[in-house]
């Protein structure tokens, strides 16, 4: 099993870029396919975007296609989230998931591991 922490949360100004890790303790994440959501209180649980166990494969969300950009370094058991251009909105709890499997996987149910999640606020 993976388990999973995220990092680089923070506060931002608008306009600003901030890059969100995901990193697996257990050093087993190369096996596994990656997905990172966000969730706003009062709003439901969002996909940002995915990435399959080798990095050649991605899929984005369309509120963040163009902004922000997946990545992963399986040699450190890593995955990233790049965020550029950040506004107000996006402002949330971000998560990163992870399922075994080869495919690029879209739903919040095919995950089964869960980081705790990192703050980001967007804010002047």
């Known amino acids: 099993q993976v388990q999973l922490v995220e990092s680089g949360g923070g506060w931002v100004q608008p306009g600003d870029s901030l890059t969100l890790s995901c990193t697996d303790s257990t050093r087993t994440l190369t096996s596994y396919a990656v997905g990172w959501f966000r969730h706003d209180p009062g709003k439901e649980r969002e996909l940002l975007g995915a990435?399959?166990?080798?990095?050649?494969?991605?899929y984005y969300g369309d509120s963040v296609k163009g902004r922000f950009a997946l990545s992963r370094d399986n040699a450190k058991n890593a995955a990233y989230l790049q965020m550029n251009s950040l506004k107000p909105e996006d402002t949330a709890v971000y998560f990163c998931?992870?399922?075994?499997?080869?495919?690029?996987?879209?739903?919040?149910?095919?995950?089964?591991?869960w980081g705790q999640g990192t703050q980001v606020t967007v804010s002047s």
């Open positions: 998931a992870a399922r075994a499997g080869f495919g690029i996987f879209r739903q919040t149910e095919e995950y089964n591991y």
């Open positions: 990435i399959d166990w080798s990095g050649a494969r991605t």
